[in-house]
């Protein structure tokens, strides 16, 4: 069974830095898609960034330019670099894994925001202005 185990996160003042990590265990493919969600109080999940199975990313505008993702596909971990960190990110932030790289895509296509996939338990990110 898929398990993802998120770690980082945290408190910062607007202007600084986080990384969040999330390992993927149980995995017995190799072609999936990871990416980040995030959803802040009283709001619905949004996309945050996505990383495809043949590596490339892609950003919500509202993180462009600040936000970077990278993997590690030895070690099934996704890396989420947040920079220039602004209080409307604050949030919890959930990592999921898609095996059918189709949760990133209807959310960016269409706006819906499906639950199918794998997802962490979330980590909290907290930026004070």
């Given amino acids: 069974q898929i398990h993802l185990v998120e770690s980082g996160g945290g408190s910062v003042e607007a202007g600084g830095s986080?990384?969040?990590?999330?390992e993927a265990s149980g995995i017995t493919y190799s072609l999936y898609?990871?990416?980040?969600?995030?959803?802040?109080?009283?709001?619905?999940?949004?996309?945050v960034a996505h990383i495809d199975r043949n590596g490339e990313?892609?950003?919500v505008d509202a993180v462009k330019g600040?936000?970077?993702?990278?993997?590690?596909?030895?070690?099934?971990?996704?890396?989420?670099?947040?920079?220039n960190l602004k209080?409307?990110?604050?949030?919890?932030?959930?990592?999921?894994?898609?095996?059918?790289?189709?949760v990133w895509t209807a959310y960016v296509d269409f706006g819906a925001m499906f639950d199918s996939g794998f997802w962490g338990q979330g980590t909290q990110v907290t930026v004070s202005s």
């Fill in 87 to 102: 209080p409307e990110d604050t949030g919890m932030y959930f990592c999921s894994l898609d095996p059918q790289c189709r």
């Fill in 18 to 22: 986080l990384t969040l990590s999330c």
């Fill in 33 to 47: 898609c990871m990416g980040y969600f995030r959803q802040a109080p009283g709001k619905e999940r949004e996309g």
């Fill in 66 to 83: 600040r936000f970077i993702i990278s993997k590690d596909s030895a070690k099934n971990t996704i890396t989420l670099q947040m920079n």
């Fill in 57 to 59: 990313t892609s950003y």
